[in-house]
C-alpha cells in the first residue's frame, strides 16, 4: 500500500509527529519533494530530531528512507544530519535517487542575493537555495547525482553555468564570481560523500511495489505553498501536493491509495504571504508560547511563527486540493489555555461573503468571518479516549469535521507519540 502524508495549511501542521507514527508501520519511507527548507520535529524514545531532509522513518530498523528525485538534495546538509541520528544510536537504511538533483552553494547565494536586493518585498525565503535550485532545474542547468560520476558531462555542465550565473552575479548582484575549478572540485567531494547512498529507486520502487510493501510518502509544507494552489507568489518553489509524490518519487498516481491531510487545531506560518485568520499583538504571542511543544518557531529557522484562528476556508480548500481520505488534528491542547476559542467560517472581501478560497488579489482584500466557541478551558493532554474530551473540546472538533467535508480521524493531544486519539474507534 501507498500512503501520502500532507500538510493542508501553510506548513508547521505538525506533520512530523504524524509521519513518524505511520513510518512506524511502514518498509519504505520517501521524501519527494521540497529540500532542507522546512523541517519535520519529532519526539521519540531516541530523543528529540528536527529533520530537515532526513525522512521520518529514520528512528526504525526495519525501514528503508529514500530521498526521491523529487528533493532538492543538499548534499551537506543531508551528511550533517546522518551524523546526527547515528549519534542518537540510530543507523538508518537509506538511498538516494540518482535522479535527484544537488543543490549547490551558489543556490544559497543567489537566494541570499536576490532577498537582499528586494528589500522590503523579498519573499521571506529561509535562504536555503530552494528557489534557484528548481529555476536550474526546469532550465535544464542543474545537476543530477548520476552526473556526478560521469567527470566529461560535468565540466561541460559547470562551463555553461558559470558562464550563465557569473552575468547576473556581476551585472545584476555585484558579487563575487563562480570558479569552474572550485566548482569541480566541490562537485568531486560531494561524489565520495553520496556514493555509498546512491540507487536506482525508481526500480527499487517498482520491484517493492510488486511485493505489497507499505510505502509512506511524506510531504514538506502545505497545500497554500504549492507554487499553483497556494497564495502564489509568497510559495515554494516544488508542488506540494500528494498528487506530486507520484512524480517526485517515481510511482504511477494510482498506486497511492490513503492521503492523510495534516492540519492543526489553530493556523500558523512561518515566511510572507496572505493569512486572513491571523491573530496580532499580546493575543497572537500568548497563542504562539502556548503552541507546539517549545512553541510556535521554526523547526529549521527558529523564526516566530506567525499565528491565528482555525481557518476553514482556507483548510477546506486545501484538504479538496490534496484529495484527503483522511484529516488529522493537531496540538488540539495547544488551545486549551483559552477561554473563548474563534474560527474563520468564512471570507468577507468587498462586502461579499464567500467560503470559497480566492486568488490571491482578491485574497489580499478578504478579512475573517469569525465564530466564537467557548473553550474548555482545562489540561486534556493525557486523554486516550475522545469519548473522555470535555464537551466543548468535541464541539469545537465536530464543527470544524462539518465544514471541511472529511473526516477527523485522530486528533493530538500532546507532541508525545503516544499523545494521540482515535477519533472514530
Known amino acids: 500500500m501507498v500512503r501520502a502524508i500532507v500538510g493542508a495549511n501553510w506548513g508547521d501542521e505538525g506533520k512530523g509527529k504524524i509521519t513518524d507514527?505511520?513510518?512506524?508501520?511502514?518498509?519504505?519511507?520517501?521524501r519527494f519533494q521540497g529540500g532542507a527548507n522546512a523541517g519535520h520535529t519529532i519526539i521519540n524514545e531516541h530523543g528529540r530530531f528536527a529533520l530537515h531532509l532526513m525522512p521520518s522513518g529514520v528512528c526504525y530498523e526495519h525501514t528503508t528512507c529514500i530521498i526521491g528525485n523529487g528533493v532538492?538534495?543538499?548534499?551537506?546538509?543531508?551528511?550533517?544530519?546522518?551524523?546526527?541520528?547515528?549519534?542518537?544510536?540510530?543507523?538508518?537504511?537509506?538511498?538516494?535517487?540518482?535522479?535527484?538533483?544537488?543543490?549547490?552553494?551558489?543556490?544559497?547565494?543567489?537566494?541570499e542575493y536576490e532577498e537582499e536586493r528586494l528589500g522590503k518585498n523579498a519573499f521571506g525565503s529561509t535562504k536555503s537555495g530552494i528557489a534557484p535550485f528548481f529555476s536550474d532545474k526546469y532550465s535544464k542547468i542543474g545537476i543530477q547525482v548520476n552526473e556526478l560520476f560521469d567527470d566529461e558531462t560535468l565540466r561541460a555542465k559547470l562551463k555553461n553555468i558559470c558562464t550563465l550565473k557569473n552575468l547576473t552575479l556581476e551585472h545584476v548582484y555585484h558579487k563575487p564570481l563562480l570558479s569552474e575549478e572550485e566548482l569541480y572540485n566541490t562537485c568531486m567531494e560531494y561524489r565520495e560523500k553520496i556514493a555509498p547512498y546512491v540507487c536506482d529507486t525508481h526500480k527499487?520502487?517498482?520491484?517493492?511495489?510488486?511485493?505489497?510493501?507499505?510505502?509512506?510518502?511524506?510531504?514538506q509544507l502545505g497545500t497554500l505553498k504549492d507554487p499553483d494552489f497556494g497564495i502564489y507568489p509568497m510559495v515554494t518553489s516544488s508542488s506540494?501536493?500528494?498528487?506530486?509524490?507520484?512524480?517526485?518519487?517515481?510511482?504511477?498516481?494510482?498506486?497511492?491509495?490513503?492521503?492523510?491531510?495534516?492540519?492543526?487545531?489553530?493556523?500558523?506560518?512561518?515566511?510572507?504571504?496572505?493569512?486572513?485568520?491571523?491573530?496580532?499583538?499580546d493575543e497572537a504571542q500568548e497563542l504562539r508560547i502556548h503552541g507546539g511543544d517549545k512553541g510556535e518557531f521554526g523547526a529549521t529557522t527558529g523564526r516566530?511563527?506567525?499565528?491565528?484562528w482555525f481557518d476553514c476556508v482556507a483548510s477546506k480548500y486545501g484538504?479538496?486540493?490534496?484529495?484527503?481520505?483522511?484529516?488529522?488534528?493537531?496540538?488540539?491542547?495547544?488551545?486549551s489555555y483559552l477561554e473563548e476559542i474563534k474560527v474563520c467560517v468564512a471570507y468577507d472581501i468587498d462586502g461579499k461573503i464567500t467560503k470559497d478560497f480566492p486568488t490571491t488579489p482578491d485574497l489580499k482584500k478578504a478579512k475573517p468571518v469569525l465564530k466564537t466557541f467557548k473553550g474548555w478551558h482545562c489540561d486534556i493532554r493525557?486523554?486516550?479516549?475522545?469519548?473522555?474530551?470535555?464537551?466543548?473540546?468535541?464541539?469545537?472538533?465536530?464543527?470544524?469535521?462539518?465544514?471541511?467535508?472529511?473526516?477527523?480521524?485522530?486528533?493530538s493531544n500532546g507532541p508525545e507519540r503516544e499523545a494521540i486519539i482515535y477519533k472514530n474507534k
Do not use: W
Open 21 to 30: 507514527m505511520f513510518a512506524e508501520k511502514s518498509d519504505i519511507v520517501i
Open 72 to 111: 532538492a538534495l543538499d548534499i551537506n546538509k543531508f551528511i550533517n544530519e546522518l551524523e546526527q541520528v547515528r549519534a542518537a544510536g540510530l543507523n538508518p537504511k537509506l538511498l538516494v535517487s540518482d535522479r535527484a538533483q544537488i543543490l549547490m552553494p551558489y543556490h544559497i547565494k543567489l537566494d
Open 204 to 219: 527499487y520502487l517498482a520491484e517493492a511495489m510488486k511485493e505489497g510493501k507499505n510505502i509512506l510518502l511524506e510531504g
Open 240 to 281: 506540494t501536493l500528494a498528487g506530486y509524490g507520484a512524480v517526485g518519487a517515481g510511482i504511477p498516481p494510482h498506486k497511492i491509495e490513503d492521503i492523510v491531510v495534516v492540519t492543526k487545531a489553530y493556523s500558523s506560518a512561518v515566511g510572507a504571504g496572505e493569512f486572513v485568520s491571523e491573530i496580532f499583538g
Open 304 to 308: 516566530p511563527r506567525r499565528v491565528g
Open 319 to 335: 484538504i479538496e486540493c490534496q484529495g484527503a481520505t483522511q484529516v488529522v488534528m493537531t496540538a488540539l491542547d495547544c488551545l
Open 382 to 411: 493525557g486523554i486516550r479516549d475522545y469519548d473522555k474530551l470535555p464537551q466543548e473540546t468535541r464541539d469545537y472538533v465536530e464543527f470544524i469535521e462539518n465544514e471541511m467535508g472529511c473526516n477527523i480521524t485522530m486528533v
